[in-house]
């Protein structure tokens, strides 16, 4: 087949918006440039990326379930999970000082992309 017609066809199913697996790499060039300095600015904004990573992903899996009931029992589901992060990672702490704010954003940028990268993976079945 005709490379061109191939690249007309995978451009026609690509999301909207593209994620890649693992922090972005905004997030490493930003790491790498405050050295030991705070690093929280940089983590807080990888998170906000990363929790879009898990709500895009998490909608595309919504969108397999038919019946209303599974849809809703789903979103309880992944709203527990941010609730259980946030706990797991002490949020209520992160207003103290610089570093329980700097634990939690560590501890909730790990769960976050492993919660995005498991999502995913579950998207390629749909795909």
Request: charge should be positive.
């Amino acid at each position: 087949m005709n490379y061109k017609l191939w690249g007309a066809i995978f451009a026609i199913f690509l999301p909207t918006q593209i994620f890649a697996m693992g922090y972005s790499s905004e997030y490493v060039s930003c790491m790498n440039s405050a050295g030991s300095n705070n690093t929280t600015a940089c983590m807080q904004d990888e998170l906000k990326q990363q929790d879009k990573r898990v709500k895009s992903y998490f909608n595309v899996l919504l969108m397999q379930y038919d019946n209303s009931d599974e849809r809703k029992a789903q979103k309880d589901l992944q709203k527990q999970w941010f609730d259980t992060r946030d706990q797991r990672c002490a949020e209520k702490n992160k207003s103290e000082s610089l570093g329980h704010k700097s634990r939690y954003y560590n501890c909730a940028l790990k769960m976050t992309v492993q919660q995005a990268n498991s999502l995913e993976q579950k998207t390629y079945r749909y795909r």
